[in-house]
């Protein structure tokens, strides 16, 4: 296994259904770290280019519109085979094959308005991570252990913040 950064997006369809919390708790109950984050509404631009390797399909047009229809979540996903398991965690990209469990078997209605999207492969991740994240916004993870909550206290007579468990 070798430590991998994924774009996720939780699509139009996701962001008003305030499934961002419910997913994104997904991602980190999987050991997954997020280390972007960005709410953007796509312009037609920005939604064709990002598909571009999707133009001449017949659906484009329809997802065009679907990716334009309102404000989407724009993630960098980093771990173990990132790529790999954050397409696990969302499933297959129609709902009706999807694995029971997964997000889009969960929320997605239907192949067209699928929840989310995810890298397919370790190019795909990096120009995608690029074409959202390429003028800044990475925050590399600086702390230890960031991914174990509550943290191990190192200092016992460091005050506990009230949130954690005591
Ligand atoms: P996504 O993983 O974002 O990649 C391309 C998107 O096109 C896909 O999810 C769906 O939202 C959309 N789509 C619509 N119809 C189809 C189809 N028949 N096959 C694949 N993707 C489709």
């Given at each position: 296994m070798s430590v991998e950064q994924a774009l996720s997006i939780i699509k139009p369809d996701g962001v008003q259904k305030n499934l961002v919390g419910e997913i994104v708790g997904r991602f980190e109950k999987a050991g997954l770290e997020i280390i972007a984050a960005r709410m953007i509404h796509l312009s037609r631009e920005q939604a064709e280019e990002f598909y571009t390797v999707h133009k001449e399909r017949p659906f484009f047009d329809d997802l065009i519109s679907y990716m334009m229809s309102g404000p989407v979540m724009v993630l960098v996903l980093q771990g173990d085979s990132a790529i790999n398991a954050n397409r696990e965690i969302?499933?297959?990209t129609n709902p009706a094959d999807a694995e029971p469990g997964t997000i889009r078997a969960d929320f997605a209605e239907s192949i067209e308005e699928n929840i989310v999207h995810g890298s397919d492969g370790p190019d795909t991740a990096l120009q995608e991570i690029a074409f959202f994240f390429?003028?800044?916004g990475i925050c590399p993870r600086t702390r230890q252990d960031c991914t174990k909550w509550p943290?191990?206290?190192?200092n016992s007579n460091r005050r506990p913040h009230p949130m954690w468990p005591v």
């Open positions: 969302m499933g297959a390429g003028d800044g943290p191990a206290r190192s």
